[in-house]
């Protein structure tokens, strides 16, 4: 039998790999939100004298992001670059007890984990459910399929352009004719895409809330 574990150490994968996350620790910056959860959305708007008048206690649980929990120091750094601690936050109080509201200090982000929970009581309610859903399938369909063309056209009008400049390049060496003013009005031709392509992605930024995914969609 292959002992895998045996071989990492005999390789020094094991320091390299200690020695990576290591440095991309380092060069990460620790993030640990703060977050105010209730059963009742009545208690985020309370005052603190009304709470202390009608004995209303807060619990304070303090819990570290390099805690076991959260899985090795690999998955810690990924939760803390890429997932981001709200989806754990959310995951975990729907699974139990799946009601409430979740408030972010940080971002500001108000959740209605009931809204997950709620099932529809009649067909109207049905019926409003799956318009509601169907309606953010084509919306999502919609900015996916514009945002593709948008950037197609925009790679193949930067390539039709270069191989235009390539072509009249080439021209203009063979003839020994001055390139200046050739490779300046290319350069400024090609400067117009480059705030189209800011727009797209800072607007789906907005759109899905979520730069990991926006940029995703903007590759794809």
Known sequence: NLDVPKWLRILHFDKLNSYAVHWLERRSKAFEPTYLYSLEKGYFLLPEAAKS???????NISLSARHPC???????????RFVGYDT????????????????????????????????????????????????????????????TMSV????????????????QLQHHARHRLPTFQLIFVHVIESLVFVPIMIGILFFLFEFYDDQLLAFMVLIL
């Open 152 to 167: 197609s056209f925009t790679l193949r009008e930067t390539q039709t352009r270069m191989l235009k400049f390539t072509v």
């Open 53 to 59: 008048q009608h004995n209303i206690r807060t619990v």
């Open 88 to 147: 754990i936050m959310m995951n975990s109080l729907l699974h139990k007890p799946g009601l409430g509201y979740l408030y972010n200090f940080q971002t500001k982000e108000f959740y209605n984990l009931s809204y997950a929970q709620e099932l529809p009581g009649s067909s109207a309610r049905l019926g409003d459910y799956l318009v509601t859903k169907c309606g953010v399938l084509m919306m999502s369909f919609f900015v996916f399929f514009t945002t």
């Open 70 to 80: 959260f899985g090795n120091r690999w998955q810690q750094l990924l939760i803390n």
